[in-house]
């Protein structure tokens, strides 16, 4: 291990076995310890401990706000002359029940960054709160003494590729050892741990449902690797945190164990039916991979995701977890490149292409001025005054009343096209000298490019009717663009008539 290092923080008191870091040396306890079983079986005591389970929407963060918060996050590893910064001014937000992967290159930061919300690492310059549900208030990472550090530790179930299971306890003693007892907790905390070893195979039943020997009495040394990271798993989300960390949590697995442990990962942030549940397996499987889940599996699963609401941040180059994700964080040489809410982008994306000004515009052309107007916010939720100052000339809102295109008006570089985001908007023309209204539309229907295709003033006003949030792509970024795509669009129609003389 490099002398480069900061100082490891202590050991957390309580008998949780807390992950180690990948690339050794980092590792706040190590496995195989004396006293393990001491430790083990006072783990095994119940404590009854609050939050948690049982906690309802009331433990959300405040409408809008997120419940994992990164501002300006410098890091630097060494001192003196060899002091590299590898993390440079990366801001994120992460909304409740939102699956996030971090992509990126190898040495990009990825693992640093998660590291560091997990408090896992001393923060050095910015901000990382995380939302406390059990308090209702956000914890700050920045300057927090060890033992509440620890604390918040306790609300996040880390998943890292050395998975410091206890060598002499065995699969089902190493979840219980990590499990806390609490009030509102599964009735049979032991039955819980085995249904989720079961549900990730390593249970009495195979993929088939047939009998199969269970490995809940196995120790770490008479499992497989994937085995063992499946047992790793099981610990870390036995608490049902509200935040996992985990950094390539399916990279030793085969592909039924791997979309299992997706699955639940996805199941766990929110509700779906079984239908739904069947749906999205099926989707990966056309999808070419080999993985599937067994009816049984979904049922299990279904109980076992009882409790929603968790959030996962995952470090992964798996792509049946890239298909299951809600927002993409793209890092590149320690700063966050690109942030995008995948329905966001496929919402913009339908837009444009629905429209009949696109129609000229290459397909990646047209991708490209959608993710130039991505404000990082689903759909369903309305954008903030700090969301739109951030990444401003993207969304613009308007109140009931207010007009965003008026008839007559001129068109000029500066004019826009716009899709609606959320709200009503209605179209109104004269007509005899007073305006008469023609349509109302909604999420999803765009306004407005017409006059700047043609060159010709507004055909129509159109107003808000509710509060509107609209995207917009200026005149002379659409023209950009069709001006790249033209040279194709127009061989291709070439093409197209040779063909068809
Ligand atoms: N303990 C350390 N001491 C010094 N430099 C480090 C240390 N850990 C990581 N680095 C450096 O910090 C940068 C970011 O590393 P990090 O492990 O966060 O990247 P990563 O994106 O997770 O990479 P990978 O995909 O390979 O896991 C790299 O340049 C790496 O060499």
């Given at each position: 291990m490099s002398s480069s290092e900061e100082p490891i923080p202590p050991a957390p008191e309580e008998p949780t076995p807390t992950p180690s870091l990948k690339g050794g040396g980092q590792d706040l306890r190590s496995s195989g310890a004396s006293g393990e079983l001491e430790e083990a079986s006072r783990a095994f005591t119940p404590s009854l401990q609050g939050g948690g389970w049982g906690v309802g929407p009331s433990h959300l963060p405040p409408p809008g706000q997120p419940v994992l918060r990164i501002r300006g996050v410098n890091h630097y590893f060494g001192t003196g002359d060899t002091r590299t910064q590898v993390l440079f001014g990366n801001t994120l937000e992460v909304m409740p029940g939102e699956l996030v992967i971090m992509s990126g290159p190898s040495g990009s930061g990825k693992t640093t960054i998660l590291t560091l919300i997990g408090g896992l690492r001393t923060l050095q310059?910015?901000?990382?709160?995380?939302?406390?549900?059990?308090?209702g208030d956000y914890r700050t990472l920045r300057g927090t003494p060890e033992p509440e550090l620890v604390t918040v530790r306790r609300l996040i179930g880390f998943i890292f590729q050395r998975h410091n299971l206890f060598d002499s306890l065995t699969a089902v003693q190493n979840i219980r050892m990590a499990q806390r007892l609490k009030e509102n907790g599964p009735a049979d905390p032991d039955r819980d741990a085995r249904d989720l070893l079961t549900y990730?195979?390593?249970?009495e039943r195979d993929l088939s449902g047939n009998p199969q020997k269970s490995r809940f009495d196995y120790k770490p040394a008479a499992l497989s690797g994937g085995q063992r990271q499946r047992v790793a798993i099981a610990r870390a989300l036995i608490n049902r945190p509200k935040l996992v960390l985990a950094d390539e949590p399916t990279a030793a697995l085969d592909a039924n164990s791997g979309l299992a442990v997706v699955t639940l990962l996805q199941e766990l942030a929110r509700e779906r039916s079984a239908a739904e549940l069947r749906a999205l397996v099926r989707a990966a499987e056309e999808a070419g991979e080999n993985g599937r889940l067994a009816e049984w599996q979904v049922v299990l699963l279904k109980r076992i995701a009882n409790e929603h609401g968790t959030t996962s941040l995952i470090v992964t180059h798996d792509?049946?977890?890239?298909?299951?994700?809600?927002?993409?964080?793209?890092?590149e040489r320690g700063r966050i490149e690109s942030n995008v809410v995948v329905a966001e982008r496929l919402f913009v994306r339908e837009g444009l292409r629905q429209s009949p000004a696109f129609a000229a515009i290459l397909?990646?052309?047209?991708?490209?001025?959608?993710?130039?107007?991505?404000?990082?916010?689903?759909?369903?939720?309305?954008?903030?005054?700090d969301q739109?100052?951030?990444?401003?000339?993207?969304v613009e809102v308007y109140e009931p009343g207010q007009v965003i295109v008026r008839e007559g008006d001129p068109v000029n570089e500066l004019s826009k096209f716009y899709l609606i985001r959320r709200g009503t908007v209605e179209v109104l023309r004269a007509a005899n000298g007073a305006p008469q209204k023609l349509t109302e539309m909604g999420p999803g229907r765009y306004f407005?490019?017409?006059?700047?295709?043609?060159?010709?003033?507004?055909n129509a006003t159109v107003r808000a009717l509710t509060r509107a949030e609209v995207y917009t792509v200026d005149r002379a970024t659409f023209d950009k663009f069709r001006s790249v795509s033209l040279p194709f669009v127009e061989r291709m129609l070439a093409n197209f008539r040779a063909g068809e003389g």
């Open positions: 310059e910015g901000e990382i709160e995380v939302w406390d549900a059990d308090r990730l195979l390593l249970g792509a049946r977890i890239m298909n299951l994700a809600d927002r993409i964080v793209h890092m397909p990646e052309e047209q991708e490209k001025i959608a993710d130039a107007v991505l404000i990082g916010v689903h759909p369903n939720e309305a954008v903030r005054p739109l100052a951030a990444r401003p000339g993207r407005g490019e017409v006059a700047f295709l043609l060159n010709q003033p507004r």
